[in-house]
């Protein structure tokens, strides 16, 4: 079964700063397979990326995700307000059980 | 506009059973498979169970395997998450999910709803 590690647990940055996020999976995945959520305070969570790279329906293009096998990276450039929030990655394989990751939350600096 | 909003949680004891329903709208409910995922207060998600498009294809969570139970009305647009035996440690926010996929099972959570709230204390 799979295990997807995200890290870091917290990560504290500025409005305009990069921010990138890791989820390591602890065996190879393929990259069809992985997916990206942001969850803001008290609300339900929105499909960021898929397939590792794929941006939902509606999603801003400074949110991109990358990565391969084992790590994958969502990477949100020039941070909004907005993106303050908790994210979590997951696998999506050809079948359940679908596996999230503990969450990243980015905090404002 | 998609929508999908849950009901039944509540507060139940140890031991008790409870029956939350997901109502869908603005989409053809029968192309897509549908999940339930939960969020213990101040924790990360759980996927609970999916199912698919015609209801012949069922998987759980271990951690609710023998005790919960989804099934879909699609005459309806509804989904079911039939909760027995609950303990302690199901207290959670349980959402509703759309899978992604027409036609087929994505695994990729396309849309949720807002959350029903099931609380197990004595």
């Known amino acids: 079964e799979f295990v997807l590690t995200q890290s870091p647990g917290t990560l504290s940055l500025s409005p305009g700063e990069e921010a990138t996020l890791s989820c390591r999976v602890s065996?190879?995945?393929?990259?069809?397979?992985l997916a990206w959520y942001q969850q803001r305070p008290g609300q339900a969570p929105r499909l960021l990326i898929y397939?590792?790279?794929n941006r939902a329906t509606g999603i801003p293009d400074r949110f991109s995700g990358s990565g391969s096998g084992t790590d994958f990276t969502l990477t949100i450039s020039r941070l909004e307000p907005e993106d303050f929030a908790v994210y979590y990655c997951?696998?999506?394989?050809?079948?359940?059980?679908?596996?999230f990751g503990q969450g990243t939350k980015l905090e404002i600096k | 506009e998609v929508q999908l909003v849950e009901s039944g949680g509540g507060l139940v004891k140890p031991g008790g059973s409870l029956r939350l329903s997901c109502a869908a709208s603005?989409?053809?409910?029968?192309?897509?498979?549908m999940n339930w995922v939960r969020q213990a207060p101040g924790k990360g998600l759980e996927w609970v169970a999916s199912?698919?498009?015609?209801?012949?294809?069922?998987y759980y969570a271990d951690s609710v395997k023998g005790r919960f139970t989804i099934s879909r009305d699609n005459a309806e647009n509804s989904l079911y998450l039939q909760m027995n035996s609950l303990r302690a440690e199901d207290t959670a926010v349980y959402y509703c999910?759309?899978?992604?996929?027409?036609?087929?099972?994505?695994?990729?959570?396309?849309?949720w709803g807002q959350g029903s709230l099931v609380t197990v204390s004595s």
């Open positions: 603005g989409f053809t409910f029968n192309d897509h498979s």
């Open positions: 997951q696998q999506n394989g050809r079948s359940p059980p679908y596996t």
């Open positions: 999910a759309r899978d992604l996929g027409m036609y087929y099972t994505s695994g990729r959570l396309g849309y």
């Open positions: 065996q190879s995945l393929s990259s069809s397979y």
């Open positions: 199912i698919s498009r015609s209801g012949s294809d069922i």
């Open positions: 397939a590792a790279s």
